[in-house]
């Protein structure tokens, strides 16, 4: 490994790292705006400047210049101070004075540096060049003149989003960055430009003029949109979520942010609920929490155990699932679930229902296998991982589903459930690429456990894994189960699911319809046929006026992630929590503390006073919630044997549950902003009737085929 002299200071690098790494890895910043680490070099800002020696006698780009033993490398040195002195009087020659009225205001790269290395006059009296907006879509407000050309959003558009649809045209001060069609760029990752933007010509639309960045308190919590649990930052002024962005998380989504998470944010604004409802004669009326407790623990103390049922919705925090279960357990009622859509997951085999490999273990893996799922839309950030571990080379992927464009070249094996069991058995020529890879990795999505056959689908995966070594290494297990709730895994490991001789959640609707379920307690659970629950007395506790609140007998009004303190599980099994960044409105209350008010209403309070107890109850029940595992997986045993409960396979093709990316839960079908992207990218309207000015966009079709959209 070379060693070189950075400021005086001796670093040792790996070879073929740049000088601007090796001094990051010393804590020496040198300034830079097209450099990022995560995408590749271009080397057009230079204001990265630093003096070199032995080398030429002029300053050179430390993004580009690769390490060499015995170089010495002088950051703050007058020749480099003045070359960069230079460069940002070049780039603020044609920069228009926006700052009182740009977005970027107050968190701008531009703005840092020019306090630094910019002047207080200008030489340049010739007329400024502009720029027409662009438009990118409904989530994206571009600003082009404040344009520096450091295609950070052509990079990261191209490399990271796979969707190549930003480039520059022209030559020298005509450049511009644009569209190669004047269309919305059809990726879900598409606002992490504005993150990328050093500058103000890229903002987020939504959020535009709303708030400056100052007025803001920042709280750091986790994303519940999907079951990929990303690492967000909220920022609020007085109790209104402003905005969410991305935190740094290498094992998660490192630090990108997928579109929903970003901007369905406005949901929590709209058709809330905010007090206690009663049906009456048919219609809801507001009532007290005392009259709505009342009544739910009066018709959950006179029915029969065997008629009671509950089940979880695919946002419920862990606090509120164990404090349900346990309350299922004082009235008597084995019949419950967390498994809204039926999938076909044994609580009882933790391998069998967690990503086992990891998110960032996908980059490990050798081969891919993804069996009745559409990452791209079920996970962005999970796909976005797989398309990295694709771009490096030697990454074999074959899908048995939906073809969809996954943003990344795969073997197409087409859409028949008959092809699993080939494969299975080892007929298939895929299973030979897997066989000879040392670390496969077969991913199975809810689209082919969601369905009437699940099980004899898993049972075929298993047999699959087992086969060509997916399982039952010491160092690796490729079985990975991606999950679309994020209340799901949680729901598994405290065994939210049917006890001795109870119903799932095909037997409570089943129940419910024919009579046999009196009373149906949904603990925001949307994603179920309402119309199925018959007569049943239905008890909603939730935070927005979905499906399950407008079939509700009793609201009890709740709260969303982002006001509460609560625990969840991911995809993988990794436990976190979310921080309170507002309060919830209205009435509404923490979910546990209104389960504890109902126990004690019926008379049989539970024993959790605090969120401590819960807590320390949730570590009761999993060792995944133990105290100090916050961000930590507990690994699952691989069992083996599943070969032989294989069953037989239906001839349905398999189907992505996401039919709409943009609309999957109560807060983002609650979002003006999910509506208008639904608009564009599903319906395909033009951006004229979007607030744009003119020009069609992309509908889904045209980026995506067969079933969805």
């Known amino acids: 490994m070379p060693k070189l002299t950075i400021d005086g200071i001796e670093v040792e690098a790996e070879a073929g790292m740049t000088v601007i790494q090796a001094a990051d890895l010393v804590g020496i910043e040198i300034p830079r705006f097209c450099y990022h680490e995560r995408l590749s070099i271009a080397g057009n800002c230079r204001m990265c400047l630093v003096e070199v020696k032995p080398g030429p006698p002029k300053p050179a780009a430390a993004c580009a210049l690769p390490v060499a033993e015995g170089m010495q490398v002088w950051t703050q040195s007058d020749l480099a101070k003045k070359a960069r002195k230079g460069v940002m009087e070049f780039l603020l020659i044609n920069h228009p004075l926006d700052c009182p009225i740009c977005d970027q205001g107050g968190e701008c790269d531009l703005q840092d540096q020019a306090m630094a290395f910019g002047s207080d006059r200008s030489r340049y009296h010739e007329h400024k060049r502009a720029v027409t907006e662009k438009y990118l879509g409904p989530l994206v407000k571009t600003a082009m003149t404040r344009c520096i050309h450091c295609t950070r959003c052509v990079r990261f558009i191209e490399e990271v989003a796979g969707v190549p649809e930003l480039g520059m045209i022209g030559r020298g001060e005509h450049s511009e960055i644009t569209s190669y069609v004047e269309q ?126 509950a089940l979880a919705g695919d946002l419920a925090d862990a606090e509120a699932m164990v404090l349900l279960k346990d309350l299922m357990g004082v009235v008597g009622s084995p019949h419950l679930d967390c498994r809204q859509d039926g999938a076909a997951l044994d609580p009882a085999d933790r391998a069998g229902y967690l990503f086992n490999p990891t998110i960032a273990g996908i980059e490990d893996a050798d081969a891919l296998l993804i069996v009745g799922s559409d990452p791209r839309w079920e996970a962005p950030i999970l796909n976005a991982r797989i398309r990295k571990r694709y771009l490096m080379g030697g990454f074999p992927i ?174 993988e099994g990794r436990m976190q929590q979310t921080w309170l960044a507002v309060h919830p409105p209205g009435e509404a209350r923490e979910d546990w503390k209104i389960l504890r008010a109902l126990s004690a209403a019926m008379g049989k309070p539970l024993a959790q006073n605090t969120i401590r107890d819960v807590r320390a109850r949730l570590a009761e029940v999993s060792p995944t919630f133990a105290p100090g595992n916050d961000g930590g997986i507990v690994p699952a045993t691989s069992t083996p044997g599943f070969a032989a409960f294989t069953g037989r396979l239906e001839a349905t093709p398999f189907a992505s549950p996401v039919r709409n990316y943009y609309m999957t839960d109560p807060i983002s079908r609650a979002s003006r902003t999910m509506a208008e992207c639904t608009d564009v990218f599903i319906h395909g309207k033009t951006h004229g009737t979007t607030g744009g000015d003119g020009g069609l966009t992309a509908a889904a079709d045209s980026k995506r085929t067969g079933t969805d959209g």
């Not at 009326?285 to 029915?303: F, K």
């Not at 996954?406 to 073997?411: D, G, K, M, R, S």
């Open 398 to 571: 074959a899908v048995l589903g939906p073809r969809t464009d996954l943003t990344y070249a795969v073997e197409d094996l087409g859409n028949d459930p008959a092809t699993l069991e080939a494969l299975a058995t080892g007929r298939h020529p895929f299973a030979e690429t897997l066989a000879q890879a040392s670390r496969p990795l077969i991913l199975v999505g809810q689209g082919a456990l969601a369905r009437p056959d699940g099980a004899a689908v898993m049972g075929y995966v298993r047999r699959l894994a087992e086969a060509v070594g997916a399982v039952g290494a010491d160092d690796w297990t490729g079985l990975a189960v991606l999950h679309t709730a994020a209340a799901r895994v949680g729901g598994l490991e405290l065994g939210f699911v049917p006890g001795a001789g109870g119903r799932d959640t095909a037997g409570i609707l089943a129940g419910a319809e024919a009579g046999d379920i009196q009373v149906v307690y949904l603990l925001g659970a949307d994603e179920i046929d309402t119309a199925r629950l018959g007569d049943a007395f239905v008890i909603y506790q939730g935070h927005h006026g979905d499906a399950g609140a407008n079939r509700a007998d009793v609201i009890l009004p709740g709260a969303a992630y982002t006001e509460k303190n609560a625990t969840y599980v991911n995809t």
């Open 184 to 309: 919305a760029l059809t990726s879900e990752l598409s606002g992490n430009i504005v993150d990328l933007c050093p500058v103000g010509a890229l903002t987020s639309a939504p959020y535009a003029f709303h708030a400056r960045p100052w007025e803001l308190h920042k709280v750091q919590s986790i994303d519940v949109l999907d079951a990929v649990g990303s690492a967000i930052r909220v920022d609020a002024r007085g109790n209104a979520v402003m905005r969410v962005l991305p935190r740094l998380n290498e094992e998660i989504n490192e630090e990108w942010l997928a579109d929903k998470s970003r901007h369905a944010i406005d949901g929590l604004r709209y058709q809330r609920l905010d007090r206690p409802y009663v049906r009456e004669d048919g219609t809801l009326r507001p009532a007290s929490w005392e009259e709505a407790l009342r009544a739910v623990a009066g018709r959950l103390l006179a029915t029969e155990p065997d008629r009671i049922a």
